[in-house]
């Protein structure tokens, strides 16, 4: 008569460590996981004898394994976590690289869209390509693996509620922090651009995801400029030709998006609205509906600084030159949006009200709706600057509302924080919706009610956790003052909505 095996009552590491006090987790016990040690799980390892069907069987022989044997074993099971030690040509066992790809593989599961790699199409419509290069940058650079299990532990952490996951999430995005610090330091370290550009662009959404500070809110929105800032710096050192193929291409086309979003929120040009910019990474890949709509994005950024300018100019001729040229801008801007929509002819695709939309977007619609609540977001921002460059604002034609796009962006903002649509879905989300929020609060009146259309998007950044998320973040970036350097005024007390998204927009 036979029994079944016995239940583990703790990971194989902790046995063979003699350590009570595993709490028997899985896939890696956290006490394994607080030390930053190799948990090999709980499956005893499969024995393989040797057999032949010629002769007797061999004898059984006892070997006792000497103690150097003994303490080796050991030695390799307490290794830390550190993903420098494990360099390109040095690979660690299989045990070693089933620990590490599961976490990244719990990290994919919960950003990416139902889990899976974007689609070249999908890619075509939305700035997420750049994830499907990162497992060969990946096992090229330590860095990025230490950055990638930062990632994956804090976002483990939150999707359990496992403190000690956010914790050694926060412990591996210091370091990593640090190695790049010493890699720009080092002209040696720092020759794999793309691997720098990368490491960074990870810490701004490490940012977006996990650097909310309830103390000091602003504090996320800066550190997130930072980072943006320092990607762009890195990207620029080379010249527009580093960019013309293969992943670099990949890498630069989706980083448009988030850089310029950046450069708008502080309202200053960047170098990407530069023509040779705008045309040399392209010369062997054709352009994207994405590519084609990002080419007028860029030039957002130049336009606000000027209306800046405009409202501190001191010289009565020039400040009407530039207030004419503003607004000369403005309807050349709408005349290449509304040609942009004609020609990418994605009117079939257009993104249904939350209502109607099926309960599980799929990965089409949420790229669609992405890049139409980008493009009803640059309406938004050409409609209010033409308020302010405009003398007579009751002039403008009915169509330069900007709350008609509010409107839109805010019936389908629930498409990009559902569930499914994974952390990216976040990503997606907050510059449109900021956008949106900052005209419904500026126009807002004292002692009115709140418009419907902010009602509707307060309530998706509710209804779940990423929208709660991508809240957060918002919120931050609108504690701001303009120019992100005086988040509060003197007193500590912060400024309201109101008067944050008028001065942001230029109403004085």
């Known amino acids: 008569?036979?029994?079944?095996?016995?239940?583990?009552?703790?990971?194989?590491?902790?046995?063979?460590?003699?350590?009570?006090?595993?709490?028997?987790?899985?896939?890696?016990?956290?006490?394994?996981?607080?030390?930053?040690?190799?948990?090999?799980?709980?499956?005893?390892?499969?024995?393989?004898?040797?057999?032949?069907?010629?002769?007797?069987?061999?004898?059984?022989?006892?070997?006792?394994?000497?103690?150097?044997?003994?303490?080796?074993?050991?030695?390799?099971?307490?290794?830390?976590?550190?993903?420098?030690?494990?360099?390109?040509?040095?690979?660690?066992?299989?045990?070693?690289?089933?620990?590490?790809?599961?976490?990244?593989?719990?990290?994919?599961?919960?950003?990416?869209?139902?889990?899976?790699?974007?689609?070249?199409?999908?890619?075509?419509?939305?700035?997420?390509?750049?994830?499907?290069?990162?497992?060969?940058?990946?096992r090229a650079s330590p860095n990025v693996r230490k950055i990638l299990l930062a990632f994956s532990l804090a976002t483990a952490g939150q999707r359990w509620d496992k403190r000690q996951e956010k914790e050694e999430g926060l412990r591996y995005y210091s370091d990593s922090l640090r190695d790049t610090?010493?890699?720009?330091?080092?002209?040696?370290?720092?020759?794999?651009?793309?691997?720098?550009?990368?490491?960074?662009?990870?810490?701004?959404?490490?940012?977006?995801?996990?650097?909310?500070?309830?103390?000091?809110?602003?504090?996320?929105?800066?550190?997130?400029?930072?980072?943006?800032?320092?990607?762009?710096?890195?990207?620029?050192?080379?010249?527009?030709?580093?960019?013309?193929?293969?992943?670099?291409?990949?890498?630069?086309?989706?980083?448009?998006?988030?850089?310029t979003a950046?450069?708008?929120?502080?309202?200053?040009?960047?170098?990407?609205?530069?023509?040779?910019?705008?045309?040399?990474?392209?010369?062997?890949?054709?352009?994207?509906?994405?590519?084609?709509?990002?080419?007028?994005?860029?030039?957002?950024?130049?336009?606000?600084?000027?209306?800046?300018?405009?409202?501190?100019?001191?010289?009565?001729?020039?400040?009407?030159?530039?207030?004419?040229?503003?607004?000369?801008?403005?309807?050349?801007?709408?005349?290449?949006?509304?040609?942009?929509?004609?020609?990418v002819e994605i009117s079939d695709l257009e993104p249904p009200p939350v209502a109607y939309a099926p309960p599980s977007p799929p990965l089409g619609l949420i790229a669609t709706t992405h890049i139409l609540c980008v493009y009803w977001s640059m309406f938004i921002i050409i409609y209010s600057t033409l308020r302010v460059a405009s003398r007579d604002a009751t002039k403008l034609p009915a169509r330069a509302d900007p709350a008609i796009y509010c409107r839109r962006i805010a019936e389908v903002v629930s498409i990009l924080l559902h569930p499914d649509a994974g952390v990216y879905g976040i990503h997606l989300a907050n510059f449109p919706t900021a956008v949106a929020l900052l005209y419904l609060n500026a126009s807002a009146r004292d002692g009115d009610a709140e418009p419907e259309e902010k009602c509707m998007i307060l309530g998706a950044l509710q209804r779940s956790a990423n929208g709660r998320t991508a809240g957060r973040f918002i919120t931050s970036t609108q504690k701001q003052d303009p120019s992100l350097d005086k988040p509060t005024p003197e007193d500590g007390e912060p400024s309201t909505p109101r008067a944050v998204a008028r001065s942001w927009l230029g109403l004085r």
């Open 1 to 138: 008569m036979t029994s079944a095996p016995k239940q583990p009552k703790s990971c194989l590491t902790c046995r063979i460590r003699k350590k009570g006090g595993c709490d028997m987790q899985r896939p890696f016990c956290g006490q394994c996981v607080s030390r930053g040690l190799k948990c090999d799980g709980y499956e005893r390892p499969m024995v393989f004898i040797n057999t032949t069907t010629d002769g007797p069987p061999p004898r059984r022989q006892h070997r006792r394994q000497p103690r150097e044997e003994q303490q080796s074993r050991q030695l390799e099971s307490a290794q830390s976590l550190s993903l420098l030690a494990p360099g390109p040509g040095n690979d660690k066992s299989l045990a070693w690289s089933a620990y590490e790809e599961t976490y990244f593989g719990q990290f994919w599961d919960a950003y990416l869209p139902h889990g899976r790699q974007l689609t070249s199409r999908v890619m075509g419509y939305t700035s997420g390509g750049w994830t499907n290069i990162l497992p060969r940058l990946t």
């Open 181 to 259: 610090s010493a890699a720009l330091a080092d002209p040696k370290k720092a020759s794999n651009y793309v691997a720098l550009c990368l490491v960074t662009r990870l810490y701004s959404l490490y940012e977006v995801m996990y650097g909310h500070d309830d103390r000091n809110q602003p504090t996320q929105a800066r550190n997130w400029q930072k980072h943006i800032h320092g990607e762009l710096a890195l990207l620029t050192s080379q010249p527009p030709e580093a960019y013309i193929s293969d992943y670099p291409h990949q890498f630069f086309v989706d980083g448009r998006f988030h850089l």
């Open 262 to 343: 950046g450069a708008i929120t502080i309202r200053k040009r960047t170098v990407l609205s530069n023509p040779e910019w705008k045309t040399v990474p392209w010369r062997l890949i054709p352009k994207t509906p994405k590519d084609l709509l990002l080419d007028i994005f860029v030039e957002f950024p130049a336009l606000l600084e000027d209306v800046d300018c405009m409202l501190t100019c001191t010289d009565p001729p020039e400040a009407s030159r530039v207030r004419n040229d503003i607004a000369r801008r403005c309807w050349q801007l709408e005349t290449e949006l509304l040609r942009w929509r004609e020609e």
